[in-house]
């Protein structure tokens, strides 16, 4: 992520388990994996690869044969059905669906049998969410959710697809809690968008589909962050931290529009005031100012911020600028003007590293807005 960085341990949740996600409430529809997907712009050919890629690992569960609990209950001939199913969708769950859905062994589509799509789907019905969920809510630091995510995901998963499709399922889980705190689907698609950029991103970056960044979503799927416009707003401790995603909109009317709206949702939602929105990013470094036209977007959204600190040995602007290029700087791209403006300056042996700032925001919204 672009935004702070902080490694205070946030609040414990307690896990409490959700109403099953196909219940729904007061009216509102229950969230279901496909409109998930259709929701936050997820392509079907990467949510299919990463349900195969998901139910291969599934089978390695040590409890793969209780999850589902006594009225779904999967005995030990169950789970031989399920592996041979497993077995049988075969060669789809090893490979990953490119931009256009093919796969990453360009001559097996014609020699290949047709995918048995019910495969993934028995063996994933075998497997309790909410109870699942549950357990995930208790993850309370990155180490933890990694663990025990790695867990979930005990076989190799090169492009992320499958540790793709565990989360995605846990994402409609969350739906039920949203529901539960009156929140909008609108806020609920547009945080958990997250994973279609991720997709979009790692995609860039390793040319072909996958989801390279795996540990951040404990954020979103536990409701510790959420996207309110242009920004992506994360509560640490009795601090709200905020988080700058590849496709922010940095005019000014948008930019205000979210600082509004995380200054109502907080309180409204969760009873925290908040006066300041704290950031740590490449896209605040100082040295960028020897770059930035004057009338860019960024250096206008630099200017919300009082700066209280730089890291200068930070290099987080390769991953996020340049599709983690780690090579020599000569060869990094210059398709964008700040691309080439990042290049001539590490070229002349300036360090990127990142900004640390705060925005008040009684002085960037005006003291009339403060209460409203």
């Known amino acids: 992520m672009s935004g702070a960085t902080d490694d205070r341990r946030t609040p414990k949740l307690t896990a409490r388990e959700p109403e099953p996600a196909g219940q729904g409430t007061a009216g509102r529809p229950a969230m279901t994996l496909a409109a998930l997907a259709a929701g936050i712009g997820l392509p079907t050919s990467v949510l299919e690869a990463a349900d195969r890629a998901l139910a291969a690992q599934v089978i390695a569960w040590p409890e793969a044969a209780r999850t589902a609990g006594e009225d779904a209950s999967v005995t030990a001939a169950g789970t031989t059905t399920v592996t041979a199913a497993i077995t049988a969708a075969g060669a789809t769950a090893a490979g990953s669906a490119d931009r256009d859905g093919a796969t990453d062994t360009a001559g097996d589509a014609a020699t290949a049998p047709a995918a048995d799509t019910t495969a993934p789907a028995a063996a994933l019905a075998a497997v309790d969410w909410p109870r699942l969920y549950a357990e995930m809510l208790l993850q309370d630091t990155d180490a933890a959710f990694h663990a025990w995510q790695a867990a979930r995901v005990p076989n190799p998963d090169a492009t992320g697809l499958a540790t793709l499709g565990l989360q995605l399922h846990l994402a409609v889980q969350a739906h039920a809690r949203y529901q539960a ?81 995380a200054r109502q949702f907080w309180p409204q939602h969760f009873g925290l005031t908040v006066t300041a929105l704290h950031c740590g990013s490449w896209l605040l470094a100082p040295v960028l100012d020897e770059v930035l036209k004057p009338d860019s977007r960024l250096r206008q959204f630099r200017g919300d911020f009082r700066m209280t600190g730089s890291d200068p040995t930070e290099n987080g602007y390769r991953k996020w600028l340049f599709d983690n290029d780690q090579g020599p700087a000569e060869g990094l791209a210059t398709r964008t003007s700040l691309q080439r403006g990042v290049r001539d300056l590490v070229l002349a042996g300036k360090p990127i590293g990142v900004g640390i700032g705060v925005i008040d925001l009684a002085s960037v919204l005006g003291e009339t807005d403060v209460t409203h």
């Open 181 to 261: 705190l009156g929140l909008p689907d609108a806020t609920f698609l547009a945080t958990m968008g997250y994973f279609s950029r991720t997709v979009r991103e790692s995609t860039a970056e390793s040319r072909r589909s996958g989801f390279l960044v795996r540990d951040w979503s404990r954020r979103q799927l536990q409701l510790r962050e959420f996207r309110l416009g242009s920004f992506e707003y994360e509560r640490v401790g009795d601090d709200i931290n905020l988080h700058i995603p590849g496709d922010a909109d940095l005019t000014t009317p948008a930019r205000l529009e979210s600082y509004r709206a």
